[in-house]
Structures are given as structure tokens and as C-alpha cells.
């Protein structure tokens, strides 16, 4: 990402997808995030979901700002991991994001928990960006969320095995974005998850492309 060095300090537009942009100051950059400050928040940006960099003109409400912080070649891995017990916004696809707390980090995915959806596994690679509250009150206007963080060997190292140790369990993937996403998983094989849905009809999902999953009944 050393070709993102000449844009330090300046405005540019991150495209993540073909309906989805982002803009705001270049702040920092790592082999493979990229931060921008968009003149309320700080975007942190996995690289592997911007589809274009390019410089763009000037928000007023971010003229003047001026980088602080010296580039210190982060890593995605590393700010996940940063970001524990930090009140965060997730996006991961659709036209809404997630609120809550990052409270494990594996190899290929996280482990996040949020006050509605309660725990959710999620996959790295569909993480599109995340917004961190340091200082934010806790959402909703609760008292109390922050849940005790899952000693790592009670989770397995992987997606696909998370999943797999939880088979016999009800799953809702993509928070029910269709009824053929929750059901009980039956089985996880060879990157495929078997549910039984609620007219019991069998659904055979690629998980690759599952981008979050809960267990209600856990």
C-alpha cells in the first residue's frame, strides 16, 4: 500500500462496491486496512473491499484537518484485536450496520456481540468496515452490555469449525435475510452447511458466503 503515501493528509474516495463510497481524510494505512477520518468518524477500511482509490475534493467539515499520527503499518488482524471492549459500528453488507463489541478474534473470523442480535460469528472477509466509540455512552441508553470475553479454547480456530461444533443447533444466518437462512444446521461439510428450515425443506449454503451467524437458543 506504499502507493497510498503521497495521499497522506489529503481527501480521497474509497469505492467499495459499485453502490457503496466512502470519503474522507487519509490518516493512516497498513498492508492491508486503510483509515480515513470522514469528519465525524474514523473508518477503518479492510483493503481487500475497496475496489478504487482516488483523490476527491474537499468536505467542508473536514477542511483543515491535519494528520497527527505517524503511519505505523497496522494490520487488520491487529485493529480487531485493538478493539476490544471499544464500543464499535459494524458494516458488513445490506443497507444497515451492527452495534456492539468485538469480544474474540480467530484465524478467518471474529466473534462480536451486540445487544439485539446478541452473539454473532462473522467472518474477516465480509467485514466491510468498522467505526470505533471510545468515548460514546453505551448504545441505547443501557447500563451494562459488555459481555465476559469466551476463553479462546472453548472456540474453534476456524469459521467453518465453529460452525461445525455447533451443528444440532438453530442458526440464523444473515440475520434471517430470507427463511431459507435459519434453520436447524444439521451439518457442515467440505465448506457446505446443511439447514433444515421451518417446512422442513433441506438447504445445502456455501459457507463462504455466509457473512454473519447466530444461535438464538445459546
Not at 470475553?149 to 461444533?165: I, R, V, W, Y
Amino acid at each position: 500500500m506504499n502507493c497510498l503515501q503521497p495521499m497522506l493528509g489529503k481527501t480521497i474516495e474509497l469505492k467499495i462496491t459499485e453502490n457503496v463510497t466512502r470519503s474522507g481524510v487519509l490518516i493512516d494505512y497498513g498492508a492491508d486496512i486503510v483509515v480515513i477520518y470522514d469528519g465525524n468518524d474514523y473508518l477503518y477500511v479492510p483493503a481487500v473491499h475497496i475496489q478504487t482509490i482516488q483523490l476527491t475534493s474537499v468536505p467542508h467539515e473536514i477542511i483543515g484537518y491535519k494528520v497527527t499520527d505517524v503511519v505505523n503499518e497496522t494490520s487488520y488482524e491487529e485493529i480487531l484485536k485493538k478493539s476490544f471492549g471499544i464500543f464499535l459500528q459494524i458494516y458488513v453488507s445490506g443497507n444497515q450496520s451492527i452495534h456492539g463489541y468485538i469480544t474474540n478474534v480467530q484465524s478467518n473470523y471474529f466473534v462480536f456481540y451486540s445487544p439485539i442480535h446478541k452473539t454473532m460469528y462473522i467472518p474477516m472477509f465480509h467485514l466491510k468496515w468498522l467505526i470505533p466509540y471510545p468515548n460514546n455512552p453505551l448504545p441505547y441508553a443501557l447500563n451494562s452490555i459488555l459481555p465476559e470475553t469466551s476463553p479462546d479454547n472453548q472456540l474453534n480456530d476456524t469459521f467453518e469449525g465453529q460452525l461445525k461444533e455447533l451443528e444440532g443447533h438453530l442458526v440464523v444466518f444473515d440475520w434471517g435475510s430470507s427463511s431459507s437462512k435459519i434453520g436447524l444446521l444439521k451439518s457442515v461439510n467440505q465448506h457446505m452447511a446443511e439447514l433444515i428450515t421451518a417446512d422442513q425443506t433441506s438447504v445445502f449454503r456455501n459457507i463462504q458466503h455466509v457473512k454473519t451467524a447466530c444461535f438464538p437458543n445459546l
